[in-house]
């Protein structure tokens, strides 16, 4: 499986933007995918995930309310919709294949992409 970021780039501060993670193929129906992030000079933290399956999925409490995963089935895509965006949000966003099945999801992944940077500005 081969995980594709793209979407990232530079967005001012509340304003929004839209990255996309593909995946080469979708191994399985319920197959779930989780968004990563890494701030300069900070270690990589969890974002949210979603189980392309039924919808499910969990956020960290940062981005409640300003983000949202998506799923595009038809594309093989899973997207991370960022609202009001914030400086704290810069960094590399990285997805990964998780268990989207708790809030202990990010404990479990395998395949990574490669990242797409997001620079939020004031």
């Known amino acids: 499986v081969q995980l594709v970021e793209s979407g990232g780039g530079l967005v001012q501060a509340g304003g929004s933007l839209r990255l996309s993670c593909t995946i080469i193929p979708v191994p399985f129906d319920d197959y779930s995918v989780g968004w990563f992030r890494q701030a300069p000079g900070k270690e990589r933290e969890p974002v949210g995930c979603i189980m392309r399956s039924d919808g499910t999925t969990y956020y960290t409490d940062s981005v409640k309310g300003r983000f949202t995963i998506s799923s595009d089935i038809a594309k093989d895509t899973v997207d991370l919709q960022m609202n009001n965006v914030k400086l704290e949000d810069t960094g590399i966003y990285y997805c990964?294949?998780?268990?989207?099945?708790?809030?202990?999801?990010?404990?479990?992944?395998?395949?990574w992409g490669q990242g797409t940077q997001v620079t939020v500005s004031s």
């Open positions: 990964a294949d998780t268990i989207c099945a708790n809030d202990m999801w990010y404990r479990q992944t395998d395949h």
